[in-house]
């Protein structure tokens, strides 16, 4: 899947999970939906949507619309 495309269905699939418009630039920091709780959620749907397995490691990077969709290319 192309960067563009995979950008986003990362944005779509949060938004939904989020309730919440999602731009290419959200993280935790700016969005006040996303507290802990809706991260798990949140990166749980994007590996069930992708069929992706993400790593203890990345989980802990994964704050950000970026740096899911870097981790989501990378084949997590």
């Known amino acids: 899947m192309s960067s563009p495309l995979l950008r986003d ?3 779509a699939i949060a938004s939904s999970v989020l309730k919440c418009e999602i731009h290419a630039d959200s ?10 709780l809706k991260h ?8 069930d949507e992708l069929g992706l397995q ?6 802990a990077s994964l704050h950000s619309i970026a740096a899911l969709v870097a981790a989501a290319e990378s084949g997590a």
């Open 9 to 11: 269905r990362v944005i």
């Open 27 to 36: 993280s935790r920091e700016n969005t006040p939906q996303w507290d802990s």
């Open 40 to 47: 798990v959620e949140l990166v749980f749907a994007i590996e």
């Open 54 to 59: 993400f790593s203890e490691e990345q989980l």
